[in-house]
């Protein structure tokens, strides 16, 4: 596929991606890169993101660590990036956790935990990441929320949860932001084989590898749509659910359950 930019002329893009140490996030970096973009990673684990900027990608993919419940640090990577490379074009919120929960194991501190890292992580990138866009009036920021946000599903409250503020969140955001020049769109996946859907027990319809997710968002990068989501039958199947009433939804998640 033949991309092309405002930049295609003069300076590739750059991109910045929360959570690039593995997953969606890694096999992203290394699609970008193949494009000649420049890259810059971030997430916690140190290791992560070196392992990421070795194993793929034509130009050299960066590494910066940071905790993206710590504000501080965000305005840290932000501020060294765009004084490095510039301003940040593409910006990939895609830190996330996650872990399962039924209700016989009710946790408050996985609630509080989830939606730190995956909420509120992402409220700290955009308090950080708006000032400069707002002053170049251009910039565009994708944020990684899930197929699951559509509807509440049995044993993933506290997952589900945090991505759906997410997707309302980018829909509140949108009509102010597309005023001043700045894109906010959604990313929903579904269900890809990483470190943290391994700790699903039941098997995961339509699951992708992450490189085929990199791919799928490759593909509609550059579309003018809100939302890319992927895989293109699993999101039709819970999109439908989305739109079906209460009483057949929750006989449905009853039968689910047995």
Request: net charge positive.
């Given at each position: 596929?033949?991309?092309?930019?405002?930049?295609?002329?003069?300076?590739?893009?750059?991109?910045?991606?929360?959570?690039?140490?593995?997953?969606?996030?890694?096999?992203?970096?290394?699609?970008?890169?193949?494009?000649?973009?420049?890259?810059?990673?971030?997430?916690?684990?140190?290791?992560?993101?070196?392992?990421?900027?070795?194993?793929?990608?034509?130009?050299?993919?960066?590494?910066?660590?940071?905790?993206?419940?710590?504000?501080?640090?965000?305005?840290?990577?932000?501020?060294?990036?765009?004084?490095?490379?510039?301003?940040?074009?593409?910006?990939?919120?895609?830190?996330?956790?996650?872990?399962?929960?039924?209700?016989?194991?009710?946790?408050?501190?996985?609630?509080?935990?989830?939606?730190?890292?995956?909420?509120?992580?992402?409220?700290?990138?955009?308090?950080?990441?708006?000032?400069?866009?707002?002053?170049?009036?251009?910039?565009?920021?994708?944020?990684?929320?899930?197929?699951?946000?559509?509807?509440?599903?049995?044993?993933?409250?506290?997952?589900?949860?945090?991505?759906?503020?997410?997707?309302?969140?980018?829909?509140?955001?949108?009509?102010?932001?597309?005023?001043?020049?700045?894109?906010?769109?959604?990313?929903?996946p579904g269900f890809v084989a990483t470190e943290l859907t391994e700790k699903n027990d039941f098997k995961m319809p339509f699951l992708i590898t992450p490189a085929m997710a990199a791919e799928a968002i490759q593909n509609q990068l550059l579309s003018k749509r809100f939302e890319i989501r992927f895989p293109t039958t699993f999101s039709w199947i819970m999109k439908a659910l989305s739109w079906i009433?209460?009483?057949?939804?929750?006989?449905?998640?009853?039968?689910?359950?047995?």
């Amino acid at each position: 596929m033949v991309f092309t930019s405002k930049h295609e002329e003069s300076s590739p893009p750059i991109v910045w991606i929360t959570g690039g140490g593995s997953g969606i996030g890694r096999s992203l970096a290394h699609t970008l890169s193949n494009m000649g973009w420049i890259v810059v990673i971030s997430g916690r684990n140190r290791e992560k993101l070196i392992k990421t900027a070795a194993t793929g990608g034509k130009q050299p993919i960066q590494q910066m660590t940071l905790d993206v419940t710590d504000p501080q640090s965000v305005s840290r990577v932000i501020g060294e990036i765009e004084r490095q490379y510039g301003g940040i074009d593409y910006a990939f919120l895609n830190a996330g956790d996650y872990s399962p929960m039924r209700l016989k194991e009710f946790n408050l501190e996985l609630f509080h935990r989830l939606n730190d890292v995956n909420y509120l992580g992402v409220v700290n990138c955009l308090a950080a990441l708006l000032p400069g866009m707002r002053q170049r009036a251009q910039g565009q920021i994708l944020i990684t929320a899930s197929l699951s946000a559509y509807r509440g599903l049995p044993g993933a409250a506290p997952y589900s949860a945090t991505k759906a503020a997410l997707i309302n969140l980018a829909e509140s955001l949108q009509p102010e932001l597309s005023q001043l020049g700045i894109r906010i769109r959604l990313i929903n996946p579904g269900f890809v084989a990483t470190e943290l859907t391994e700790k699903n027990d039941f098997k995961m319809p339509f699951l992708i590898t992450p490189a085929m997710a990199a791919e799928a968002i490759q593909n509609q990068l550059l579309s003018k749509r809100f939302e890319i989501r992927f895989p293109t039958t699993f999101s039709w199947i819970m999109k439908a659910l989305s739109w079906i009433p209460y009483r057949i939804y929750f006989a449905l998640m009853r039968r689910l359950l047995k």
